[in-house]
């Protein structure tokens, strides 16, 4: 079976620029979570989405925004990128909300 | 307030024991996970703890004491491949499947 799937890898941007990061579940997963990981530190949740619907969100500003779609699958975008933007971004998807997370190998994003 | 520590680095022996600790305050529990972290590479899923006691999982331990906002995850027969970040979260109580995470401890294993 897949497991969770990110792209791109590895992405580079200029401060000021937007990204879109994508992440496809497990096979059968409704939901999707996204974290955040500096270099060095552990990772810090941005958002949860289950059915398509937001069901929480961490403390991160307006320039942070996500969607899931029918198929369960989740962008996440960032605005007006920060150079304290740069980290390794982390999908987790669960079959339900409250059930075990199983992290995808993530998008390390390098903003310039 | 939400605050979850853990020992920045630890250094052990090829064959040894070697045990991680970590302590939280959280407004809320529903579990506590312990992921293993290679350098560039995602967490994965070590060990659940919802209730007190120790979970045995091969050369992986896991305690927890939920009076005490404490959990150690034990390590055994230490390998080389051992060496890695190891990352303890506390599950949030709330509406989401929301994980807070520790820094994490750096451990290297050494011949």
Redesign the interface.
């Known amino acids: 079976d897949a497991g969770?799937t990110q792209s791109p890898t590895h992405l580079i941007k200029t401060r000021g620029q937007h990204v879109t990061l994508r992440c496809s579940p497990i096979s059968g997963h409704k939901?999707v979570?996204w974290?955040q990981q500096v270099l060095?530190?552990?990772?810090?949740?941005i958002f949860?989405y289950y059915e398509k619907e937001e069901?929480?969100r961490?403390n991160f500003p307006d320039r942070f925004s996500a969607r899931q779609f029918p198929n369960y699958s989740s962008e996440l975008n960032v605005n007006a990128l920060l150079l304290g933007d740069s980290a390794l971004y982390?999908c987790a998807s669960?079959l339900k909300?409250?059930?075990?997370?199983?992290?995808?190998?993530?998008t390390?994003l390098t903003v310039t | 307030g939400q605050n979850?520590d853990q020992p920045t680095e630890m250094t052990a022996t090829e064959g040894a024991i070697v045990q991680i600790n970590c302590t939280y305050q959280t407004s809320g529990f529903?579990g506590l996970f312990w992921?293993q972290q290679h350098a560039?590479?995602?967490?994965?899923?070590l060990s659940?703890n919802v209730l007190d006691g120790l979970e045995e999982k091969g050369r992986f331990s896991s305690f927890l004491s939920r009076s005490k906002g404490y959990s150690y995850l034990l390590l055994k027969e230490l390998q080389m491949k051992d060496s890695a970040s190891y990352?303890c979260?506390v599950r949030d109580k709330?509406?989401?499947?929301?994980?807070?995470?520790?820094?994490?401890t750096l451990l290297a294993v050494q011949p």
Do not use: H
Request: glycine fraction near 18%.
């Open positions: 969770v939901s979570s974290y060095g530190q552990g990772p810090q949740f949860q069901r929480g961490g982390l669960s909300v409250n059930y075990e997370q199983y992290f995808g190998p993530g390390r | 979850i529903n992921y560039g590479e995602a967490p994965t899923f659940y990352l979260a709330s509406a989401t499947n929301k994980l807070i995470f520790g820094t994490g």
